[in-house]
Nanobody
Framework: VQLQASGGGLVQAGGSLTLSCAAS????????MGWFRQAPGKEREFVAT????????YYADSVKGRFTISRDNTKNTVYLQMSSLKPEDTAVYYC?????????????????WGQGTQVTVSS
């Protein structure tokens, strides 16, 4: 599966932004999807994940209550709605995919990665 992330940009602190990740292929609905981010000088970290059905989600503590992951299997797209953004949310955001019925939060568990989209939150 090939992934294309979009929707990044510059936003003021407290603002909102929605990222999208479009996937190619017919098997999107069988993939667990995840969002990760990497800030300058830091390691890539987990943000959120959603199961193939959309029934299960899991978030990093740092974004819980502010970010929402969702998916539309009819459009082969996963979303990350981000609100109450903080300067520390500034990073390149990556979407990732892997097969399986569960949800996964580790980088090594994902086989497919998109190219990333930049999110910059100004103070």
């Amino acid at each position: 599966v090939q992934l294309q992330a979009s929707g990044g940009g510059l936003v003021q602190a407290g603002g909102s932004l929605t990222l999208s990740c479009a996937a190619s292929g017919r098997t999107f609905s069988s993939y667990c999807m995840g969002w990760f981010r990497q800030a300058p000088g830091k390691e890539r970290e987990f943000v959120a994940t959603i199961s193939w059905s959309g029934r299960s989600t899991y978030y990093a503590d740092s974004v819980k209550g502010r970010f929402t992951i969702s998916r539309d299997n009819t459009k082969n797209t996963v979303y990350l709605q981000m609100s109450s953004l903080k300067p520390e949310d500034t990073a390149v955001y990556y979407c990732a995919a892997r097969g399986g019925v569960g949800i996964y939060s580790r980088i090594a568990e994902y086989a497919h990665w998109g190219q990333g989209t930049q999110v910059t939150v100004s103070s």
